[in-house]
């Protein structure tokens, strides 16, 4: 289970990518661990969403969430590419803590409700 403390530690860590560049390795681990976080939560969305009143603002903004994280999961949630330049595994870890953060206020699975 995540701690508020080692999701901020995240979130940073992939913010910090996209002014750095760090080496490949380092963010291909920081890309791993985003999407093991949102594959995490998703869930407690994905709740949240079934227990809000159909067609409510609720009920949207969950769904708006669920889309978008499982989008970004398709699209960058395989295993990152040690090949690819800097910038490019850079963007792709920033566009993955996007969706991270609009799913950190859903509980993790095993967490409690937020």
Do not use: C, F, N
């Amino acid at each position: 289970m995540t701690t508020t403390r080692q999701l901020d530690e995240l979130l940073a860590a992939a913010g910090e990518a996209g002014r750095t560049l760090p080496p490949a390795a380092e963010t291909a681990e920081v890309h791993r661990r985003l999407v093991a976080e949102i594959r995490l939560r998703l869930p407690g969305a994905e709740r949240a969403a079934a227990a809000a009143a159909v067609r409510s603002r609720d009920w949207y903004r969950h769904l708006q969430v669920v889309d978008d994280a499982r989008a970004a999961l398709e699209a960058k949630g395989e295993e990152p590419d040690l090949r690819v330049g800097p910038m490019a595994a850079a963007l792709r870890v920033g566009e993955l803590a996007r969706h991270l953060r609009a799913l950190s206020v859903y509980p993790a699975e095993g967490e409690v409700g937020v």
